[in-house]
T-cell receptor, first 110, second 114 residues
């Protein structure tokens, strides 16, 4: 089983829509969780960390369910500029590195 | 600050040739990483370093070597390139361990081995 699994999509949504992505992780001892964003042919950049109690950053909300070992990202009022690949990231078993999911592709259309 | 820079941006190699990819960061970060990204495979960790003079193997280290002689630089070497090493290579750095500190990525090196 892969350390981090995501639905690759693509998710095609109209501007203004709400879209949610989920990812699952295999290591129940994982402590650190993130969402990174990667634009086409660009480097990944941190979007937000994910905290146990859930957290929000503007239109973005991240949730963590430790019992079921999944992480979610909700994007409200989608913008064209939200079109990108969203990477679910969990700390590795060693603690020295991160495990990246393969990413979920989002395309927001006018 | 330039952040994380990578040299070169593009390269085409023939099978069996060698090359070195250079990563430099000006943020005084302790940790540095080399990843490769292939279609359908996501980012996979090749090697990493937790400080000057240290290196460690990641998920896919075979065929690569690394060195961290200076804190700001992390070099990735391919001694005898193979077509399976055609990929986009990303370098990243973080202030300390990645569980607590953001990883900053360089713009990537697109390598084709023919």
């Amino acid at each position: 089983r892969k350390e981090v699994e995501q639905d690759p999509g693509p998710f095609n949504v109209p501007e203004g829509a709400t879209v949610a992505f989920n990812c699952t992780y295999s290591n129940s001892a994982s402590q650190s969780f993130f969402w990174y964003r990667q634009d086409c042919r660009k480097e990944p950049k941190l979007l937000m960390s994910v905290y146990s109690s859930g957290n929000e950053d503007g239109r973005f909300t991240a949730q963590l369910n430790r019992a079921s070992q999944y992480i979610s990202l909700l994007i409200r009022d989608s913008k064209l500029s939200d079109s990108a690949t969203y990477l679910c990231v969990v700390n590795s078993r060693s603690g020295y590195a991160l495990n990246f999911g393969k990413g979920t592709s989002l395309l927001v259309t006018p | 600050n330039a952040g994380v820079t990578q040299t070169p941006k593009f390269r085409v190699l023939k099978t069996g040739q060698s090359m070195t990819l250079l990563c430099a960061q000006d943020m005084n970060h302790e940790y540095m990483y080399w990843y490769r990204q292939d279609p359908g495979m996501g980012l996979r960790l090749i090697h990493y370093s937790v400080g000057e003079g240290t290196t460690a193997k990641g998920e896919v280290p075979d065929g690569y070597n690394v060195s961290r002689l200076k804190k700001q630089n992390f070099l990735l070497g391919l001694e005898s390139a193979a077509p399976s090493q055609t990929s986009v290579y990303f370098c990243a750095s973080s202030l300390q361990g990645p569980s607590s500190y953001e990883q900053y990525f360089g713009p990537g090196t697109r390598l084709t081995v023919t």
